[in-house]
């Protein structure tokens, strides 16, 4: 609510302002922090591996993004994506993948699963920012 003669809004609904949430899903404990680091203006939630990204989605609706690394352990990222989106309770969440591979089969790959985006390793830190805002605004 506006205070009254002024365009400052009140705390109050300030704090109602939700932010939006972004799960990262890699296997390497640095890039968790790093990501985490990164985006600090948005909630961020952190599995390690894709059994647990896929519970953590499961049990967290309001996730509006995820970054998922490919080369993990156990399921890649590959099969933690094609078994999102072919969910129809997760289909609608973004995926970015965000990996050290760059070979043409890998994004092709990723693109025909259903991934939004595809950012590799290392990580430019304005390209990533700029891709979870922007597929953050057009959800």
């Known amino acids: ?18 932010k939006k949430t972004v ?6 404990p640095e ?5 985490k680091r990164l985006l600090v203006e948005y909630e961020t939630i952190t599995a390690s591996d894709g ?3 896929l519970d953590t989605v499961n049990k967290n609706s ?17 099969e933690v994506a094609k078994k999102l989106k072919e969910d129809p ?3 609608h969440i973004p995926i970015i993948f965000v990996s050290g591979k760059r070979d043409l089969d890998s994004f092709v790959e990723g693109f025909e699963i259903g991934i939004e985006d595809y950012i590799t390793k290392p990580i ?3 390209y990533l920012l700029y891709t979870v805002s922007t597929k953050l605004k057009t959800e």
């Open 1 to 18: 609510m506006k205070l009254p003669y002024s365009n400052i809004d009140d705390k109050s609904d300030q704090e109602k302002v939700s």
């Open 23 to 28: 799960l990262i899903v890699d296997d390497e």
């Open 31 to 35: 890039i968790l922090v790093l990501l």
């Open 51 to 53: 059994a647990e990204a």
């Open 62 to 78: 309001s996730i509006d993004l995820i970054l998922l690394d490919i080369a993990m352990p156990d399921m890649s990222g590959f």
């Open 89 to 91: 309770s997760t289909s």
């Open 124 to 126: 430019d830190q304005n």
